[in-house]
């Protein structure tokens, strides 16, 4: 995996002083880089029987698509508030400097659809947490999680204990 981690870019300082940022654009332009990304996710998730994948915004919504296609599940967008043309659900959570609010389309998923929920980076879980709670309100089973970065150093897993949780790359500081 260090040939895909070294495609990533680290900026320093961003968005603000002292937070060290990992920039995925510089992996999703690499053909080798894309391709691999998604190949190894479906080879973690490594579950035949998933229906949905759940992209949240924005940057889900680069790697849901493809391992939907890949899964030969559906997609459907979890996003930010006032976004969805029809009846949603919604839920607010806490971010480390406030509070955020998502929302789904309430006939997103059905009661029994197994659930695979897939964002660029685990960091505190409270977010995949959130989506975690929305798909089991209205019925669904979350399958799994999916990250393509982890940091480690802010122990997001715990957030998600009792979920199946996957990541392609790890960073411990």
């Known amino acids: 995996m260090d040939n895909l981690k070294n495609l990533i870019r680290t900026v320093h300082d961003f968005p603000r002083p002292g937070i060290q940022f990992y920039d995925i654009t510089t992996l999703l332009k690499d053909a080798y880089g ?49 976004k969805l043309p029809a009846e949603t659900e919604s839920i607010s959570y806490d971010l480390e400097y406030g509070t955020d609010t998502l929302e789904i389309h309430k006939d997103a998923v059905g009661s029994g659809n197994r659930v695979l929920i897939a964002d660029d980076l685990l960091a505190t879980g409270g977010t995949a947490r959130a989506v975690a709670s929305l798909v089991e309100r209205l019925g669904g089973e979350v399958a799994g999680i999916a990250f393509v970065v982890e940091l480690n150093f802010l122990k997001g897993r715990n957030r998600l204990e009792g979920y199946k949780v996957a990541s392609l790359l790890e960073y411990d500081e």
Do not use: M, S, W
């Open 34 to 82: 894309l391709r691999t990304t998604i190949d190894r996710l479906v080879e973690l998730i490594d579950d035949p029987n998933i229906d949905t994948v759940i992209g949240i915004e924005a940057r889900g919504f680069i790697f849901a698509p493809a391992l939907a296609y890949r899964l030969k599940a559906g997609f459907v967008p979890v996003r930010k508030p006032r």
